[in-house]
């Protein structure tokens, strides 16, 4: 803990900071110069919540395109009061979706019928894919009357912001910037442009799905020194409530564990952080269907997860 103090240097770290905030700033803007059916893909987790501010922030205030979240209606209720207060309160252009006929039919890992990477695949894959696509039911947020109504637009979007880190799971340091899939949200981990010297590509043949990553180059230590130099507000999940326990990454609630931690707020969290508690646990440890055989995260991520 000493030796944390001793090399912490918060000037440097504060200039570190804004040159991430300017890189990710930089990044929105050429999206939405660059692809006409944009949307940004909001999770409700922290990673997700610090684009969405840095797209109010990169926009000066507005965010000129929809925020998309795929419900999978097991998230813990938390998660969605959070999302629909905050849309409300920032007046956000908030769209869900879902695969209503995969919970009718209960082929779910609650319900029993599937492992967690099969559900995960069913309720999160294949339901942002048609979200995505526009070819089955998408809800927007009526701010007149703060109630979900079944969008009228059935566009595709064809660039999407994702809020992924390199550092958080091993796939993920394997994508670009720029990140092209097909028409199907397949990504060829193999074939991704190359992203020298900061100029990117985002020039794709039509038809070419991109998803834009504006985090990548982030930490976890980054985001929380980011929410507190900000006082961006997060889910009061990430903190303990008294029991001992937080969350660290945020899922759904029958396949998300807290960590044990007595974190109570922002400086408690980055204190963790800094003098090493979590170094050698893994941020999604709590995840179950990272933890299962075969890659299955890679490739679900392949098949177009976020």
């Known amino acids: 803990m000493a030796e944390s103090r001793r090399t912490y240097d918060k000037a440097a770290y504060e200039a570190h900071l804004v040159e991430l905030e300017n890189k990710s700033v ?5 999206a939405y110069a660059n692809f006409k059916e944009l949307c940004m893909l909001w ?52 769209i869900y979706g879902e695969n209503r006929a995969a919970l009718d039919a209960k082929e779910t890992f609650p319900d029993g019928r599937l492992n967690h990477i099969e559900c995960c695949r069913k309720l999160k894959t294949e339901g942002l ?17 703060g109630r979900y109504e079944v969008d ?13 880190r390199a550092d958080e799971e091993g796939s993920r340091s394997k994508e670009r910037y720029f990140s092209p899939r097909d028409k199907n949200n397949d990504w060829d981990v193999g074939d991704q442009p190359p992203e020298f010297w900061g100029q990117y590509k985002t020039d794709f043949a039509p038809g070419t799905h991109v998803r834009i990553h504006p985090l990548l ?9 980011y929410i507190r130099r900000e006082s961006i507000p997060v889910v009061s999940l990430y903190f303990d409530q008294g029991n001992g326990t937080r969350y ?8 998300t564990t807290p960590v044990e931690s007595d974190a109570k707020n922002l400086d408690d ?7 090493g508690k979590f170094s050698n646990i893994a941020e999604r440890s709590g995840r179950e269907q990272d933890k299962e055989d075969g890659g299955g995260l890679e490739e679900l991520r392949k098949d177009g997860y976020m």
């Open 26 to 30: 930089y990044l929105l803007r050429e």
């Open 43 to 94: 999770s409700i987790g922290k990673d997700s919540t610090v684009m969405l501010w840095l797209a109010r922030k990169a926009f000066y205030g507005h965010v000129p395109f929809p925020l998309v979240h795929v419900d999978t209606h097991f998230k813990i209720p938390e998660m969605i009061e959070y999302r629909d207060r905050l849309a409300r309160e920032w007046r956000i252009d908030m």
């Open 129 to 145: 894919a048609h979200t995505l696509a526009g070819d089955w039911p998408r809800y927007r947020m009526n701010h007149d009357t």
């Open 152 to 164: 009228s637009n059935t566009e595709p979007y064809t660039g999407v912001i994702v809020g992924v």
């Open 217 to 225: 180059d982030w930490t976890e230590l980054d985001i929380w020194e």
């Open 248 to 255: 660290r990454s945020l899922g759904c609630a029958p396949c």
């Open 269 to 275: 969290i980055i204190e963790e952080l800094r003098t």
